[in-house]
């Protein structure tokens, strides 16, 4: 079965932390590089980080510093650690494989708000 079930998004004041999580199904996770993406209100979804199988990461420019993407092999999840959120970072986020163009059907996403 191929499934993406995103997780830990939520309101959190800016520069505040958020855990997302992505449980994919061992299909779509074992020997590909996942990725995470968002999108924002009236704008379109773009990639934000990603993860190979050997540990290498990429990252877009505005979250360089202040996002850590991490997978664990043995649970098939996938992990995205955000600090410092800003206003610009609202959106919803998704995970998906392989980055940066995704090939699976999207799961429900997790919504992140950042405001005061």
């Known amino acids: 079965q191929v499934q993406l079930v995103e997780s830990g998004g939520g309101l959190v004041q800016p520069g505040g932390s958020l855990r997302l999580s992505c449980a994919a199904s061992a299909s779509i996770f074992n020997s590909n590089a996942m990725g995470w993406y968002r999108q924002a209100p009236g704008k379109q979804r773009e990639f934000v980080a990603g993860i190979t199988p050997g540990g290498g990461t990429r990252y877009i420019d505005s979250v360089k510093g202040r996002f850590t993407i991490s997978r664990d092999n043995a649970k098939n999840t996938v992990y995205l650690q955000m600090n410092s959120l800003k206003p610009e970072d609202t959106a919803v986020y998704y995970c998906?494989?392989?980055?940066?163009?995704?090939?699976?059907?999207w799961g429900q996403g997790t919504q992140v708000t950042v405001s005061s």
């Open positions: 998906n494989a392989p980055f940066p163009n995704p090939a699976f059907p």
